[in-house]
């Protein structure tokens, strides 16, 4: 099933018209995360986000999530999108980027995922996305990570 859904994701992805997002834009906003599947509960990470378009289309986005579980205190991580443009104001893109926590213990991983923005005005995007942190602790589950931010794009 999850593999079917990320084939269809990035089938759609290649069809679609590339995306209108600008070389050299940036965006700023706060994001919250949950990670789900962590052995011990759900939690909640909160923070600022950046995003940066290398390229019209590609973009950087470095993240650090302040953790609210108690025994835990930050996720770091740089995640590369590329946006596709889905629809007018729609844009999807697939997730790969590198991460380090402090989810109860140190962890060094990546993440892979998948997610959407919708324009809902000239300079503000809402987001929504969900990745896979796989984690290169052996003893840790490795969590999904589901995400909603709003971002403003200078």
């Not at 706060?30 to 923070?47: E, K, L, Q, S």
């Not at 930050?74 to 991460?99: K, M, Q, T």
Request: aromatic share 14%; hydrophobic share 45%; glycine share 12%.
């Amino acid at each position: 099933m999850k593999k079917t859904l990320f084939l269809s994701i990035f089938l759609l992805a290649a069809v679609s018209g590339l995306s209108a997002q600008e070389k050299g834009r940036w965006a700023l906003g706060p994001m919250v995360n949950v990670y789900a599947n962590t052995g011990v509960g759900g939690v909640v990470g909160i923070g600022p986000v950046m995003r940066y378009n290398l390229l019209d289309g590609l973009r950087i986005e470095p993240s650090v999530m302040i953790l609210t579980a108690k025994g835990s205190s930050v996720d770091v991580a740089c995640n590369l999108h590329y946006a596709f443009e889905v629809a007018r104001n729609w844009y999807l893109y697939p997730i790969a980027g590198i991460s380090f926590n402090d989810l109860y213990k140190f962890a060094f991983g990546f993440n892979l995922g998948g997610g959407f923005d919708y324009s809902i005005a000239y300079h503000w995007d809402l987001t929504l996305n969900v990745k896979w942190l796989g984690q290169c602790a052996s003893s840790r589950r490795n969590p999904i990570v589901s995400t909603v931010g709003l971002f403003y794009k200078f």
